[in-house]
């Protein structure tokens, strides 16, 4: 079972918070505003790796939280 | 008609060449589809799919095998109504047995507001020319004699949407079937390749690269499922897709004959039988994303329980495997077709919890787009482009039933 810590709860089980999804990150090599605000919205880089994202704590502080997960195995990484 | 193991003894297998004038990358079914149509309707067979594992070890072996055409918009039904036109005859066409079977889908609603959206999905559909009608209770039950109206006392039946044509065929025969068209007609099929990178020159794509070498190419097409972010990055493409894992799980035989597809979009689950007798069972993808393919006890306890509800007698069976695929899910639930802003590189995405059905009209026409360097109309709606024109093809009708 997957564990989150909640910095208000502490160790919480994840079927207690919503994803939220990776933290949008247009990439430093897109300049143009209009292509950022493009990436910003639709985009993903979607990492087969360490991801920063955001977790919404339903069942408990109702607070968002960041934090991050390996995506290639599905676990938390500190 | 000829014995599936017989023909694939015919399927020859090739050394790679250094140069293409088409590379695939991926062999689930968009990518030997796409092999298929360029040597069967434009004589393109300089062409080699390359493969990481075995042909069809992807989501394309891994799924549940619905074939439906009843979605959410106008320009997702005429793309899937054409696929599953394509699927009645590919039997005939390829001359492979794929096992296809119509068995009509029932979408179950147990609330009127449920009971609206089936009457509009059924409205919506038959105006496009996707046979669906709204059913009672005492309709279903004729259908379904299994099924308990009461929905375990929690979900009673109100009435459901009935789309007729729907079917299922075996899934890796699909994937064999168009394999050994493509071989037949020339196609070098590369399995144990993976791609690890592209090679670029200027802003073009002009090959990939694998661990025994580069191999160079006229256009190169991405069919890669769940691992399109890492292939597109190669060439800098930057996609709205995320990576979900969809779960399924099937029991042991029950006596065959169990009738059509159900589906259910408040439940968030769905169920049919596979020729061999099991009641095959599935549910919406993972909330997070991720790359593994873990499944978990989470997804079976629950959704074992709630088809309990809606048919008691899978209480008596046992779960003999579940197993979990990586899914390209868009940000509006519609596939990704076509070209990229990077010349030579083409890309067949977006396919999500959704993609089996839509196999042969994906295949047919991105090779169209290969061969003739234009975009079909069929599928001109679902460009990578649609974003940045504010074009999203939202579409709630892929959701519910994979
Ligand atoms: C459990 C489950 C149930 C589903 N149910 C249905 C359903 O009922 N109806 C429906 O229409 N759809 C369903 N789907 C979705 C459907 O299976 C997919 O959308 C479809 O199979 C996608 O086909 P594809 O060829 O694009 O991808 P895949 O079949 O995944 O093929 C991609 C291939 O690319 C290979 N590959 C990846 N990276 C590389 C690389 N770097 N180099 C070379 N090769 C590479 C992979 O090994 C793989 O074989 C389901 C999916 C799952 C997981
Ligand atoms: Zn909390």
Known sequence: MLIITCPNCGSRPVEEFRFGGEIPQPPESITDPFERDLDQVWMFTNVAGVQTERWFHDAGCHRWLTATRDTSIDRFVD | MNEFVETLLELTWHEPKSSYDVVIIGGGGHGLATAY???TQHGITNVAVLEADYIGSGNSGRNTTIIRANYGIPESIRFYQHSLDLYSTLEQETGCWIMHATKGLLWLAHTESAMRNERARAMLNTACGAETVLVDPTEIKALVPQLDLSGGG????????????????????????YAQGAMQRGVHVLQNTPVTGLIRDGDRVVGVRTATGDISAGVVMSAVGGNVSQIAAHAGVRLPVR?????????????????PIISDTELLCYISQTARGQMLIGHEYDRETSYSLQSSFQFLQANAIKMSYLLPFVRDLKILRQWTGRCDVSADFSPIMGFTDVDGFVITTGWGTWGFKAIPAGGE?????????????LIEPFALSRFAADHAMADQGSTGTR
């Open chain 2, 37 to 39: 149509y360029l040597a």
């Open chain 2, 154 to 177: 929690r979900y009673p039946v109100l009435g459901a949407s009935y789309h007729i044509p729907a079917s299922t065929a075996r899934h890796d025969r699909v994937v064999w079937a």
């Open chain 2, 243 to 259: 990576t979900h894992p969809l779960q399924a799980f099937v029991t042991n035989g029950y006596a065959q004959g169990f009738g």
């Open chain 2, 365 to 377: 026409a991105m090779a169209e787009l290969i061969a003739t360097g234009r975009t079909p109309e």
